[in-house]
């Protein structure tokens, strides 16, 4: 069976437990917080399935949170004409990142950069981040995982040229805090800032219904 933890969190997971169960042989008491801080970090890594309902056209969330920015793209090259959506995720959330839609990794970019508070809508460009492109029967989207004032390491699951499904694990910030997915413009966006979204299960956006002129 499963045990629904991210493997990258066993070794933060063991350090916490060997710390709190070397304290707790001194004493009982003062072991208390440790064990507490265990359970925090493996709540933090909590890696549950998810299974969506929505049918095959529609773009899933790559995070769980809170949506903070629907807004138009931020970057000048191929992403230009695109919509950001942006996933601000507290140290409550499930913080394993999945695809929002089904297609083939064409690359994958790390950029080193500052910590700031990733709710700041500059963390987006200064920030340490990791750029996950795609290309898919939509055209491209990319994914660009950030990293913020607690998050110090980003950890892609996948790797160029592999093709992923929709709702696959693409990847995991440790500690952190902030997804922007890029996403076609003549998309129907179904989400505005403020909406709770669940990695993997809630439609972000989805192809928009054809128009069709009937004449007598």
């Known amino acids: 069976m499963r045990i629904p933890v991210s493997k990258a969190g066993w070794p933060y997971i ?8 070397a304290v707790a042989c001194l004493s009982v008491l003062l072991s208390i917080p440790l064990w507490l801080l265990a359970l925090i970090i493996m709540n933090f890594f909590r890696d549950p399935e998810r299974e969506s309902l929505e049918p095959g056209t529609v773009l899933l ?4 949170g809170k949506i903070i920015q629907v ?3 931020d970057t000048p090259d191929r992403y230009a004409d695109h919509i950001k959506i942006s996933v601000f995720m507290t140290i409550f959330d499930v913080h394993v990142n999945r695809s929002p839609v089904a297609g083939k990794i064409t690359s994958i970019d790390h950029f080193p950069g500052s910590f700031l508070n990733a709710s700041h809508a500059a963390s987006s460009l200064q920030n340490e981040r990791v750029e996950i492109a795609m290309e898919t029967a ?3 989207v990319m994914v660009r995982l950030v ?9 892609p699951m996948i790797y160029p040229d592999s093709r992923v499904k929709r ?3 693409i990847g995991l910030i440790k500690f952190g805090s ?9 998309l129907s966006i179904d989400v505005s800032p ?3 979204v669940r990695a993997g299960v809630t439609r972000i956006a989805s192809t928009r219904p054809v128009q069709v002129d009937i004449h007598d």
């Open 194 to 196: 403020g909406t709770r």
């Open 71 to 73: 807004e138009t793209s």
């Open 178 to 186: 902030r997804v922007d997915t890029y996403v076609p413009k003549n």
């Open 167 to 169: 709702g696959e694990r």
């Open 138 to 140: 939509i055209g491209p």
């Open 14 to 21: 063991v350090l916490a437990v060997v710390a709190a169960f």
């Open 147 to 155: 990293a913020g004032l607690i998050a110090r390491r980003i950890v």
């Open 61 to 64: 969330s790559p995070a769980d």
